[in-house]
């Protein structure tokens, strides 16, 4: 499992300036971080350039890049405003890119502005576009359940998955999961989190006080919400990013960074596996997929493996995903999308180097190595 603890530039704010961030990420030993641009101005490419040579300087990578949803008005009666909203959220796309990030976190329509009764499907058709403009520059457009937005229940969220496959791939739209959102709006959290499986590509964590609405986005584990249930719940579903901490900090970071270390690290190691996940043998939809990736059918494969992914829950899912990545990687690189060629090649060999050197027949040395020269040409 490489699921981990991450830090959002949100729970430093307004303390630290997003540019320094990663220098306070990195002395607190975090290595993943994701970033919220808080102003017009930290959209700019200057701006992300410093935020990209600081990030490198401090050894941390850009997880997210998180939107500030007062401005995207995407929905307004005033077409200029409508417009440079967008343009603003070009420059939020480009700006993940930039920063090797793997996802852009986006709340999706406010409650306020879907009123009308067309709402939910002009939400979609934005979704879509948005997910489009994602996926060209090689980052996931990536939904967050919002307690004061469009998608917050269990019931909006089951509704947007259905979609989904409609709307675009995994590499291109997707979920943040947030248990205190979902506590917040009253819903279930291991039921929001069910109906988002296979789509989720960043976690939120803080915490939620039942009966107190004044006490919001507490570090995790200050409040009631379930943490060990829920982590098992997390790795269950797939997920094997960073759990990013939203929950606001202290003056000093390091004392409540310290706390939630104290209770999470525990939980965190109990999803190591007990047994060997390499002995066994591979699904049919896997040989299928590694026989058309190695006709270089690499759509065809993604398709295949990508059943045996979702139906898997033990860690050597990890593994049918590297290959996937992979194979999309080369996908990419037929197609001219050098950034999409990059992101899924890399982060398919980092996956499929946690089987080092065999794993049930695959002779994972042999495919690092040889998709690692293929990296380090294109």
Request: glycine share 8%; aromatic share 6%; net charge negative.
């Amino acid at each position: 499992m490489t699921i981990r603890l991450g830090l959002s530039g949100g729970a430093l704010y307004p303390t630290i300036p997003t540019e320094e961030v990663p220098d306070v990420a990195a002395r607190l030993g975090v290595d993943d971080v994701e970033l919220m641009l808080q102003t017009p101005g930290e959209y700019d490419p200057a701006f992300v350039r410093l935020v990209a040579a600081n990030s490198r300087v401090a050894g941390v990578r850009v997880h997210a890049v998180h939107t500030y949803q007062s401005l995207h008005p995407l929905v307004t009666p005033y077409k200029r405003r409508t417009e440079e909203a967008r343009a603003l959220f070009d420059r939020a796309i480009a700006a993940a890119a930039a920063l090797g990030a793997r996802a852009l976190v986006w709340h999706g329509l406010t409650r306020e502005e879907a009123r009308a009764a067309d709402a939910w499907e002009r939400f979609l058709a934005i979704t879509a576009e948005l997910a489009g403009a994602c996926g060209a520059a090689g980052v996931t457009l990536a939904i967050e359940n919002v307690s004061w937005c469009v998608v917050s229940t269990v019931r909006d969220v089951m509704a947007l998955a259905v979609r989904l496959p409609e709307i675009g791939p995994p590499e291109e739209v997707g979920f943040v999961f947030d248990p205190f959102q979902a506590a917040e709006a009253g819903a279930n959290p291991f039921m929001i989190l069910a109906a988002m499986e296979g789509r989720i590509v960043d976690v939120h964590i803080s915490d939620h006080k039942e009966g107190d609405p004044a006490t919001r986005h507490l570090p995790p584990g200050d409040g009631d919400l379930p943490w060990p249930a829920l982590i098992r719940a997390i790795a269950n579903s797939g997920y094997d990013g960073p759990l990013i901490a939203e929950g606001a900090m202290d003056a000093d970071p390091a004392v409540p960074m310290a706390r939630i270390r104290r209770r999470f690290d525990p939980l965190l190691a109990a999803l190591a596996p007990e047994s060997d996940p390499c002995a066994g043998a591979l699904p049919p939809g896997v040989l299928e997929g590694i026989r058309l990736f190695n006709e270089r059918q690499f759509h065809e494969a993604h398709e295949e493996i990508e059943h045996e992914w979702h139906a898997e829950r033990s860690p050597i899912r990890r593994l049918y995903e590297g290959i996937l990545q992979i194979g999309v990687g080369f996908h990419h690189a037929r197609a001219g999308n050098h950034r999409g060629a990059v992101l899924l090649l890399t982060d398919g060999i980092a996956k499929t180097s946690d089987f080092l050197p065999t794993c049930r027949g695959v002779d994972t040395a042999r495919l690092v190595a040889e998709s690692q020269v293929c990296l380090d040409r294109i």
